[in-house]
């Protein structure tokens, strides 16, 4: 089973940038399609990131598309997100998550999460 644990989360001024990294132990990140997702305070997890096992496809939600990139590195066992141009409608709990597929059953692993909040 993947361990996931992010790091990279800060304050930051609007405008700035971080980067967070989530590295993978237990597992091989090459078999697993990874992402992040966010939660902002008093809200429901919301979708950030996704990116396929090869890093040939990435997916983005519309209010972080051309700010944010998310990439890999799978001989690191390390996925990141950059993120520039941080807004503080960004602050947020941020959270990698792993997805696999086992016997045709979807699983997936979550990191415990790294704050992020953005001042203006």
């Known amino acids: 089973q993947v361990q996931l644990v992010e790091s990279g989360g800060g304050l930051v001024q609007a405008g700035g940038s971080l980067r967070l990294s989530c590295a993978a132990s237990g597992g091989t990140l090459s078999n697993y399609a990874m992402g992040w997702f966010r939660q902002a305070p008093g809200k429901g997890r919301q979708f950030v990131a996704a990116?396929?096992?090869?890093?040939?496809?990435?997916f983005y939600v519309e209010s972080v598309e051309g700010r944010f990139t998310i990439s890999r590195d799978n001989a690191k066992n390390t996925v990141y997100l950059q993120m520039n141009s941080l807004q503080p409608e960004d602050t947020a709990d941020y959270y990698c998550?792993?997805?696999?597929?086992?016997?045709?059953?979807?699983?997936?692993?979550w990191g415990q999460g790294t704050q992020v909040t953005v001042s203006s």
């Open positions: 998550y792993a997805e696999t597929s086992v016997w045709g059953e979807v699983q997936y692993y």
């Open positions: 990116i396929n096992r090869s890093g040939g496809s990435t």
